[in-house]
T-cell receptor
Framework: EPEVTQTPSHQVTQMGQEVILRCVPI?????FYWYRQILGQKVEFLVS????????KSEIFDDQFSVERPDGSNFTLKIRSTKLEDSAMYFC????????????FGQGTRLTVV | GENVEQHPSTLSVQEGDSAVIKCTYS??????FPWYKQELGKRPQLIID?????GEKKDQRIAVTLNKTAKHFSLHITETQPEDSAVYFC???????????FGTGTRLTVIP
């Protein structure tokens, strides 16, 4: 069964450093997403991406964040200058279509900012 | 924006009993309500979903009910088994929207 894969599984970074979280969505999916989950809190939407551009983003997704699909398979989330409060589990997801269709999640990247 | 509330945060049941998890939502434009199961250290996986044109959907031991008027939906698991132990998340999204709004999760423990 096809899966969304994320690397790395755990990333530790110093405050102020840039990090790039990587995702390989399911190959025939067209919509890609990033969510995050701060420990003990709910999963929160960050951004969705379709046709090589951002289609929606939340207020969390400020200028420190960016997404890119650098080639035909990878989908990345970059945090330019990490803050302590960026520590969270980051989930990538993909879906075949928009709206009322299943989103398949990756296993997550746990980002720890120290 | 949409606000999804989920209760209870933890739930323990004896094996074979039923479990019910409830969610409410605030945006009347929401029309898609998936439920995800997340086992420890694993990815969230869709277990059942319901769209606003139906009031109930069942898949073997799992059922979901939706009350659009009251803006709440519930997950029902019957004949629970130890492998049902996990964190369950409800979510909601609007027609044509890409993003899911999640509840805070319910940690279900099935005691053998």
């Amino acid at each position: 069964e096809p899966e969304v894969t994320q690397t790395p599984s755990h990333q530790v970074t110093q405050m102020g450093q840039e990090v790039i979280l990587r995702c390989v969505p399911i190959s025939n999916h067209l919509y890609f997403y990033w969510y995050r989950q701060i420990l003990g809190q709910k999963v929160e939407f960050l951004v969705s991406f379709y046709n090589n551009e951002i289609s929606e983003k939340s207020e969390i997704f400020d200028d420190q964040f960016s997404v890119e699909r650098p080639d035909g398979s990878n989908f990345t989330l970059k945090i330019r200058s990490t803050k302590l409060e960026d520590s969270a589990m980051y989930f990538c997801a993909s879906s075949r279509a928009t709206g009322n269709t299943e989103a398949f999640f990756g296993q997550g990247t746990r980002l720890t900012v120290v | 924006g949409e606000n999804v509330e989920q209760h209870p945060s933890t739930l323990s049941v004896q094996e074979g009993d039923s479990a019910v998890i409830k969610c409410t939502y605030s945006d009347s434009a929401s029309n898609y309500f998936p439920w995800y199961k997340q086992e420890l250290g694993k990815r969230p996986q869709l277990i059942i979903d319901i769209r606003s044109n139906v009031g109930e959907k069942k898949d073997q031991r799992i059922a979901v009910t939706l009350n659009k008027t009251a803006k709440h939906f519930s997950l029902h698991i019957t004949e629970t088994q130890p492998e049902d132990s996990a964190v369950y998340f409800c979510a909601a999204s609007r027609a044509g929207a890409n993003n899911l709004f999640f509840g805070t999760g319910t940690r279900l423990t099935v005691i053998p």
